[in-house]
């Protein structure tokens, strides 16, 4: 069951804040969190385990609510750099599931 | 330490054609998964091995195909192409053994394969 990433696209201004989420039906043991500049692979920003832990380095931070199955991806103070598509990636808790189903992507741009 | 390495980096093929795609993992990954990427479906799961062992496999057609060497290395293949199978062709390794929990996947750059 793929995750639903929310919002599609945001654009922010240098310095600003943004929030992505991310949701599942399914009861999730992890969620990881991904960047994609184009025309490059995917890179790991962090995972999250169940038990509701937050994560971060440098400004951009993920929380994980287990009973919501849902996590956030906080990026506070936007640099240029952090423009691309994130990616959430849910493993499900349900048997010998050993797949990490992404969601569709948020595309974060941000101007000068 | 080298990353994941893909190749080759495009293919152009006919459809009806087959193609082989290679993935080196990280040395020392055992646990290599496979993702197609189009701009409308984002990433979507091929399949995942360990330790030359299919551990799961996507919803894709059974032209659909891949396979895991002793030193780790993977490939996947498709036959009988179609045009709708024209995609980034992403690769990750990971270091567990376990369902991805507790280590993150790195990617390779993939392969561009257009099918015409």
């Known amino acids: 069951q793929q995750p639903v990433q929310s919002p599609q696209a945001v654009i922010l201004r240098e310095g600003e804040d943004a929030v992505i989420n991310c949701s599942s039906s399914?009861?999730?043991?992890?969620v990881h969190w991904y960047r994609q500049k184009h025309g490059e692979a995917p890179v790991f920003l962090m995972i999250?385990?169940?038990?509701?832990e937050q994560k971060g380095h440098d400004k951009i931070s993920a929380s994980f609510n287990e009973k919501k199955q849902q996590s956030s991806l906080y990026l506070t103070a936007s640099q240029l750099s952090y423009s691309g598509t994130y990616f959430c990636?849910?493993?499900?808790?349900?048997?010998?599931?050993?797949?990490?189903?992404f969601g569709k992507g948020t595309l974060l741009t941000v101007n000068p | 330490k080298a990353g994941v390495t893909q190749t080759p980096r495009y293919l152009i093929k006919t459809r009806g054609q087959q193609v082989t795609l290679s993935c080196s993992p990280i040395?020392?990954?055992?646990?290599v998964s496979w993702y197609q990427q189009t701009p409308g479906q984002g990433l979507q799961f091929l399949f995942e091995y360990f330790s030359e062992t299919q551990r799961n496999k996507g919803n894709f057609p059974g032209r659909f195909s891949g396979r895991q060497f002793s030193n780790s290395r993977s490939e996947m293949n498709v036959s009988t192409l179609e045009l709708g199978d024209s995609a980034l062709y992403l690769c990750?390794?990971?270091?567990?053994?376990?369902?991805?929990?507790?280590?993150?996947?790195?990617f390779g750059s993939g392969t561009r394969l257009t099918v015409v």
């Open positions: 999250l385990l169940k038990g509701g």
């Open positions: 990750a390794s990971s270091f567990t053994r376990n369902p991805p929990g507790a280590y993150g996947y790195t």
């Open positions: 990636g849910t493993a499900e808790t349900a048997g010998s599931n050993y797949k990490l189903t």
């Open positions: 399914k009861a999730l043991y992890s």
């Open positions: 040395s020392g990954h055992r646990s």
